[in-house]
């Protein structure tokens, strides 16, 4: 099967390990599932691995892609939950599973026509949504889904930050923010990502750093360094700032004075459950939120979506179609899992 693989790493040329090639098709462990990839999308997470941050390079090689949307071995439609872990090792919550792991991480990804996966992961795809769409959920939506809800436990009316709108997470917490009923607000150093902001339902956008109308109730940040001093100037005291991202940086000055005396907290989130995955379909389904999609890439073209997300110049997600993806063929049989 053709599959795109990260096969070394660079800080300074990052595409430059990322190969298509041809490569076995996965065979499935007990307790675990192939899946007929249709649809997957690019995340930062897929770079970071290419630039060797996070990511050891004895893992090497392996498939990259944390999303994906397809057909199980029975034909059903399905999602893929990303996140591989135990529930019962986090108390009840698998991103807390210490072993816990995001596809691509310890396990071949998504970039491929083919994907092993634990059948627990498996969540059926709702026919109003459409492959495309679906592949643009499992990592970007859900973590934003977990930062506003579990996180933030925003209610309508509550004011919300939205730092570097235009990226996958941004865009998701707009728009989920705003069928909510919070009052949104996002930056941007970019005049066009700013329109669409207020197009997702941002009550105003302003650039970044710029002053808001009003302080708000919680930020949502994934930039890091680069917005760090805003998000806490922007926060009402007893606010919240909701961390699951730092693309700009991880080392911003803390501000522990400010944090202190105006009782602000500081809130980490990583990946979402599979529960919540289901409770935001629910929620989508309700309310008709839907993600952005940038453009659509055949597989061969995968490094050129990765160029566009190094030079800031998407709004919204870039899904990837592995061959065949259009015909829509439900997985090969059990029997017939040699070819490669």
């Excluded at 660079?10 to 599932?33: H, I, M």
């Excluded at 592949?135 to 579990?150: E, G, H, S």
């Excluded at 728009?175 to 009052?183: I, R, S």
């Excluded at 197009?199 to 930020?219: C, F, N, Y």
Aim: net charge neutral; glycine share 10%.
């Amino acid at each position: 099967m053709l599959a795109a693989q990260a096969i070394s790493q660079s800080a300074t040329d990052p595409l430059s390990g990322l190969v298509v090639r041809d490569v076995p098709v996965p065979q499935p462990e007990p307790g675990w599932t192939l899946v007929r990839v249709v649809a997957t999308s690019l995340n930062m997470h897929d770079l970071w691995t290419l630039r060797g941050v996070g990511h050891p390079p004895e893992r090497l090689p392996i498939v990259l892609g944390c999303d994906a949307a397809g057909y199980d071995l029975d034909g059903n439609e399905v999602i893929v939950h990303p996140v591989i872990a135990d529930p019962d090792a986090g108390g009840g919550d698998e991103t807390l599973d210490p072993r816990r792991a995001l596809m691509s991480e310890q396990y071949d990804g998504a970039f491929a026509e083919y994907l092993a996966v634990p059948a627990r992961n498996l969540v059926p795809k709702p026919a109003w949504l459409s492959f495309d769409e679906a592949a643009c959920l499992p990592v970007a939506w859900t973590t934003a889904y977990r930062m506003l809800f579990t996180k933030a436990g925003i209610r309508a009316g509550d004011r919300v930050l939205v730092q570097g709108a235009g990226g996958g997470v941004a865009s998701a917490a707009i728009k989920l923010a705003a069928a909510a009923g919070a009052v949104v607000y996002a930056t941007s150093r970019s005049e066009t990502k700013r329109a669409e902001a207020l197009a997702w339902g941002a009550r105003a956008a302003a650039p970044t750093g710029g002053r808001l109308p009003e302080k708000v109730d919680v930020v949502i940040e994934t930039v890091g360094a680069a917005t760090w001093e805003h998000s806490l100037k922007s926060l009402r005291p007893g606010g919240v700032i909701v961390v699951a991202g730092a693309t700009s940086g991880g080392q911003p000055g803390a501000e522990l004075n400010r944090i202190f005396y105006l009782q602000q907290r500081i809130l980490g989130s990583t990946g979402c459950t599979r529960s919540e995955l289901v409770a935001m379909l629910r929620m989508m389904e309700s309310t008709g939120a839907r993600p952005v999609i940038d453009r659509t890439l055949p597989l061969s073209e995968i490094h050129k979506g990765f160029q566009l997300m190094i030079d800031g110049a998407l709004t919204g997600k870039v899904v990837i179609h592995p061959p065949g993806a259009a015909h829509c063929n439900p997985p090969i049989s059990h029997r017939s899992r040699k070819r490669s």
